[in-house]
C-alpha cells in the first residue's frame, strides 16, 4: 500500500506560479512511476504530467502542460512536485498525484487505470 497526500494548492491570480507536493509513504519502494491529474467542475479527470521514479528523466507532458508545467520528484523525501508557471483560470481544478508500482505495464501512461494509487487532491484556483 502506498498513501499519497498533495499539499501547494491555493487561490492564485492569472501569470502566476503555484508548486504543488506529493509525499508518499507506505511501501514506496516499489515505486514505478508517479503523475498529477486534474479534475474541473463537471469535467473528467484528465492526466497533466508523469515521470518515472527511478530516475526522474522520463518525463512526458499533456498538451496543455507543456512549456508551462514541470514535474520532478526528489526519492530522498519520497516526494513529487509540479511546478506551475503562467497560470491561467483554464488551470483551475482539483490536483490529484497518483503512483504506480512494480513494473511499467502497456497501458498509455496518461490513462486514470496505469495508476493504483491516488491522494486526496489539493484545490488550484486561478482567478482573471
Known amino acids: 500500500q502506498v498513501q499519497l497526500a498533495e499539499s501547494g494548492g491555493g487561490l492564485v491570480q492569472a501569470g502566476d506560479s503555484l508548486r504543488l507536493s506529493c509525499a508518499a509513504s507506505?511501501?514506496?519502494?516499489?515505486?514505478?512511476?508517479m503523475a498529477w491529474f486534474r479534475q474541473a467542475p463537471g469535467k473528467e479527470r484528465e492526466f497533466v504530467a508523469f515521470?518515472?521514479?527511478?530516475?526522474?528523466?522520463?518525463?512526458y507532458y499533456a498538451e496543455s502542460a507543456k512549456g508551462r508545467f514541470t514535474i520532478s520528484r526528489d526519492k530522498a523525501k519520497n516526494t513529487v512536485y509540479l511546478q506551475m508557471n503562467s497560470l491561467e483560470p483554464e488551470d483551475t481544478a482539483v490536483y490529484h498525484c497518483?503512483?504506480?508500482?512494480?513494473?511499467?505495464?502497456?497501458?498509455?501512461?496518461?490513462?486514470?487505470?496505469?495508476?493504483?494509487?491516488w491522494g486526496q487532491g489539493t484545490q488550484v484556483t486561478v482567478s482573471s
Open positions: 497518483a503512483a504506480r508500482l512494480g513494473a511499467p505495464g502497456y497501458s498509455p501512461v496518461s490513462s486514470l487505470g496505469y495508476y493504483s494509487y
Open positions: 507506505g511501501r514506496t519502494s516499489s515505486t514505478y512511476a
Open positions: 515521470i518515472r521514479w527511478s530516475d526522474g528523466r522520463n518525463t
